[in-house]
């Protein structure tokens, strides 16, 4: 028997799924979506700030690997996305799932949406692929810069 309408074979999306009663689930997850989102933004500008400062002061951790690796591929993925004109999923996971909660949605992407209501500035596309691709780089020049510590501890 069908969950929710859902066949065996997946052939109807999950979204069509939710129903008017379970309507609120889908704004609260929105918003579960949009503070995921908000924190892996907050994650790649802060985690450049850390890096530079952290060196600074000899701070070990900030030049450990994983910190390093996951920072790199974070600011990675937000430079080919506006590479390649893509619109992040979490952006269209989260206003998909407002849509279904007859909650307001937004056009464009994350970062753009809010930069544009914290500065009253509208901008075309391209300015915010160079400010990625700029600030990309200067992720790239730090990791030149300051080098993560990659290599593996080997118990002895």
Same mark, same amino acid.
């Not at 999306?13 to 939710?18: S, V």
């Given at each position: 028997?069908?969950?929710?309408?859902?066949?065996?074979? *997946?052939? #109807?999306?999950?979204?069509?799924?939710?129903?008017?009663? &379970?309507?609120?689930?889908?704004? &609260?997850?929105?918003?579960?979506?949009?503070?995921?989102?908000?924190?892996?933004? +907050?994650?790649?500008? +802060?985690?450049?700030?850390?890096?530079?400062?952290?060196?600074?002061? /000899?701070?070990?951790?900030?030049? &450990?690997?994983?910190?390093?690796?996951?920072?790199?591929?974070?600011? *990675?993925?937000?430079?080919?996305?506006?590479?390649?004109?893509?619109?992040?999923?979490?952006? !269209? =996971?989260?206003?998909?799932?407002?849509? #279904?909660? &007859?909650?307001? !949605?937004?056009?464009?992407?994350?970062?753009?949406?809010?930069?544009?209501?914290?500065?009253?500035?509208?901008?075309?596309?391209?300015?915010?692929?160079?400010?990625?691709?700029?600030?990309? =780089?200067?992720? =790239?020049?730090?990791?030149?810069?300051?080098?993560?510590?990659? #290599?593996?501890?080997? /118990? #002895?």
């Amino acid at each position: 028997m069908p969950l929710y309408g859902l066949t065996v074979d *997946g052939a #109807k999306d999950i979204f069509d799924a939710i129903t008017m009663e &379970n309507m609120n689930w889908a704004g &609260n997850l929105a918003d579960v979506v949009l503070t995921l989102h908000f924190s892996i933004a +907050a994650f790649v500008v +802060a985690g450049l700030f850390l890096v530079i400062f952290g060196n600074l002061c /000899n701070w070990l951790w900030v030049n &450990n690997r994983w910190f390093r690796l996951a920072h790199i591929g974070a600011i *990675g993925v937000v430079m080919a996305e506006a590479w390649l004109g893509v619109t992040c999923p979490l952006t !269209t =996971l989260e206003m998909r799932l407002r849509a #279904k909660a &007859n909650a307001t !949605t937004y056009s464009g992407g994350f970062i753009e949406h809010w930069l544009q209501h914290l500065l009253y500035y509208e901008a075309p596309s391209w300015v915010f692929v160079l400010g990625y691709s700029l600030f990309g =780089l200067l992720v =790239l020049a730090t990791w030149c810069y300051f080098p993560p510590n990659l #290599k593996c501890r080997r /118990n #002895k």
